[in-house]
Every structure is written in C-alpha cells, then in structure tokens.
C-alpha cells in the first residue's frame, strides 16, 4: 500500500525552527518528485517546496527561499522541511506529495500541523 506519513509537526514560537519529515513506501521513491504543500486556515493549497528524488535539485516558492530546506535520504526513502525563522504565515497543516510525470499519478500523506504562535 502507498504511505506518505508526515511526522514533526507542532506549536514553535515565532522566529524559532521546525523540522518535518515524510517517510515514503509502497512506491518507487527515485521515480517521484517529492512536494511539501500547506494549507493555511481559511485559504486553499499552497506549493511550497520540491525536490528531485534521484537528482536532489531544489525548487522553492519565494516567500520561503533562505528560511527552508527541502532534503531527502533516499536510504531511508524520507523526505524533509528544515523551517527557520518561522512566522504566524507559516501556521497551517503541512502536506506531503509524490507525484510521477512518467505515469501522471501522485500520492499525498495525512498532513501534519504546524502552529506558529506567541
């Protein structure tokens, strides 16, 4: 069975650091370009990294750039956010996703909250 389980999440203090993982089974990890996608409260999905499994190249959204890290070990099939200097922006439920242009499919995990608060 495919899984994209999300781990890490949870209440940090703004300007402080998060660290989320996604542990993949059930599919070819080296095939997938692997997302993190929030959603905030009260707004729709919002992309916000991306990485190549067998590349390791990088994409990020602007907002983000030079405050998160998207890595993976491809041992362990295990994707990760490093979050830095985290404002109330980034409070909202943090998604996983593979997703295989070669077979035009994706999987998405449970999602993990993150709260930013004071």
């Known amino acids: 069975e495919v899984q994209l389980v999300e781990s890490g999440g949870g209440l940090v203090q703004p300007g402080g650091s998060l660290t989320l993982s996604c542990s993949a089974s059930g599919f070819t990890f080296s095939n997938y370009v692997m997302s993190w996608v929030r959603q905030a409260p009260g707004k729709g999905l919002e992309w916000v990294a991306a990485i190549n499994s067998r590349s390791g190249t990088t994409s990020y959204v602007d907002f983000v750039k030079g405050r998160f890290t998207i890595s993976r070990n491809s041992a362990k099939d295990t994707v990760y956010l490093q979050m830095n200097s985290l404002k109330s922006e980034d409070t909202a439920v943090y998604y996983c996703?593979?997703?295989?242009?070669?077979?035009?499919?994706?999987?998405w995990g449970q999602g993990t909250q993150v709260t930013v608060s004071s």
């Open positions: 996703n593979a997703f295989s242009a070669a077979t035009v499919r994706d999987y």
